[in-house]
């Protein structure tokens, strides 16, 4: 895969997942208090994990022609930690 094809399929796939968190922050707003402060404790976990990816995926973007490969893998394996992350969450929180 070429950098600008990964490019866009991590920019893809953290837009996905700040869809998800927002949906976890809705659920959040209207949940009781007990839940909301789990709940919460969740969706900040996810920011931080999503904070990561998206500084990754920059590094990449910014990273010369001959570091970017060795960024790749660390920008992926972060969206696929967020990824295993916000589905936890969701499926927790359903």
């Given at each position: 895969?070429?950098?600008?094809?990964?490019?866009?399929?991590?920019?893809?796939?953290?837009?996905?997942?700040?869809?998800?968190?927002?949906?976890?922050?809705?659920?959040?707003?209207?949940?009781?208090?007990?839940?909301?402060?789990?709940?919460?404790?969740?969706?900040?976990?996810?920011?931080?994990?999503?904070?990561?990816?998206?500084?990754?995926?920059?590094?990449?973007?910014?990273a010369g022609e001959d570091a970017w490969r060795e960024l790749a893998s660390g920008a992926e394996?972060?969206?696929?930690?967020?990824?295993?992350?916000?589905?936890?969450?969701?499926?927790?929180?359903?």
């Open positions: 895969m070429d950098r600008e094809a990964l490019i866009d399929k991590l920019t893809a796939q953290l837009k996905e997942w700040d869809a998800e968190i927002s949906k976890l922050e809705a659920k959040a707003e209207s949940s009781r208090t007990d839940a909301r402060a789990s709940l919460d404790r969740q969706i900040e976990e996810l920011r931080s994990k999503r904070a990561s990816a998206a500084q990754k995926l920059d590094g990449v973007q910014h394996r972060a969206l696929d930690d967020l990824k295993d992350s916000v589905k936890t969450a969701v499926s927790k929180f359903q």
